[in-house]
């Protein structure tokens, strides 16, 4: 069955610099790769969508890659605020298909 | 625009007591329905998902159900409560046709199971 990883630990990083969360995955082949934003006690939020013919997607600061050789995206936010302190998660479907995998997250921190 | 309704927001349930939680839509019509559960500090884990009223797919066996007796509503409901059960339920939608919609969470239900 498919398999998506993302760094269990938090990620904790000064403000103004720019912060880089991984997500790979094993045993699948998705067409679009979409990235979301969880606060405590909230439903996630939607940032980004990535397509597999896609290598980098940007807004605002924030960029996604998507690397389907290395099965690997990665995701940045470039000067970082301590608002942007909140769990990422990242999310894989195919073509035609509604199901979505979604990986379990990596918490980011922000500091002043 | 669009919202998402989920109740109730937290709940506290004994163990072999059945359960329901409601989620509805407004504003879209014939959007594709799911359920998930959170374990704490894990990811999101789908159960359910629905492509229009009285279709539902299941993604793990356990003791839950779901079903959509209308078109903008879904509800999950178990017979009988395991303490295993407990976790931050979230309903979503998104547009018909594929991995390239976004999908759009509900604001939980938080499920003690004691």
């Known amino acids: 069955s498919q398999k998506i990883e993302q760094n269990s630990e938090a990620l904790n990083i000064q403000e103004g610099k720019t912060a880089t969360l991984t997500c790979n995955y094993t045993n699948y082949s998705p067409a679009y790769l979409q990235w979301y934003r969880q606060d405590p006690g909230r439903g996630p939020v939607f940032l980004l969508l990535?397509?597999?013919?896609?290598k980098e997607k940007r807004k605002e600061r924030l960029k996604v890659t998507f690397d389907t050789t290395l099965k690997q995206s990665l995701f940045h936010i470039t000067a970082s605020q301590p608002a942007d302190s909140a769990t990422y998660l990242c999310?894989?479907?195919?073509?035609?298909?509604?199901?979505?995998?979604f990986g379990s997250g990596t918490k980011l921190n922000v500091k002043p | 625009s669009q919202t998402i309704h989920q109740w109730p927001a937290t709940l506290v349930q004994p163990v072999g007591s059945p359960l329901s939680l409601e989620c509805t839509v407004e504003g879209t019509s014939n959007p594709n329905l799911y359920w998930y559960r959170q374990a704490a500090g894990r990811g999101l884990q789908l159960l359910f998902y629905s492509v229009g009223i009285g279709q539902i797919s299941s993604e793990v066996p356990q003791n839950l159900s779901a079903s959509r007796p209308q078109d903008r509503q879904f509800i999950l409901s178990s017979k009988k409560l395991l303490l295993s059960d407990s976790g931050f339920y979230l309903c979503?939608?998104?547009?018909?046709?594929?991995?390239?919609?976004?999908?759009?969470f509900g604001p939980g239900t938080r499920l003690t199971v004691l």
């Open positions: 999310a894989l479907t195919q073509y035609n298909f509604n199901k979505f995998y």
């Open positions: 979503a939608w998104s547009w018909p046709g594929g991995g390239y919609n976004e999908q759009f």
């Open positions: 990535i397509r597999e013919n896609e």
